[in-house]
């Protein structure tokens, strides 16, 4: 088994990078792409089957992270098939919580769920306007003089 590092910018703890890691079967043929410096390793399946089963604590933080990989990918593609922006994004607050929405990220979380920028800046001028009111259409400018 070849492990290849999957790029995070959030890894502040040495524990949490080793579940940052995906391993892939030599059988799989996959293209894998580096974004900061990295370095594979070849370790055989036998060898990882064998630390599982005399390690109990980190076979359980591994089925632990396969459950919640699981768990990402299903609602991933549930997201995906949601049909506005709107449900889309509300699913995605559902999931991961509202203070998880930093305007500075705004543009990685119109990544994740699927839909473009500017798509994604529009839906979160609609939810800042109050409602009933439109930030383009002045109300007097409708009324017959």
């Not at 892939?24 to 089957?49: G, M, V, Y």
């Not at 559902?94 to 500017?118: M, Q």
Request: glycine share 2%; net charge neutral; proline share 6%.
């Amino acid at each position: 088994m070849q492990k290849a590092h999957q790029y995070c910018s959030n890894e502040p703890h040495q524990e949490q990078s080793l579940l940052r890691h995906l391993f892939i079967h030599p059988n799989i043929i996959a293209t894998l792409f580096a974004i900061e410096p990295t370095t594979t390793i070849s370790i055989p399946t036998r060898d990882i089957k064998d630390r599982l089963s005399a390690d109990p604590a980190l076979s359980e933080i591994w089925m632990k992270h396969l459950a919640h990989e699981v768990q990402a990918l299903r609602f991933q593609a549930e997201l995906l098939a949601m049909k506005t922006v709107s449900e889309r994004l509300d699913a995605w607050i559902a999931w991961k919580g509202e203070d998880t929405l930093k305007k500075g990220e705004w543009k990685n979380v119109a990544h994740e769920i699927g839909v473009s920028p500017e798509a994604f800046y529009r839906e979160m001028s609609k939810r800042s306007q109050p409602h009933g009111s439109s930030p383009k259409i002045a109300v007097n400018s409708l009324q017959p003089d």
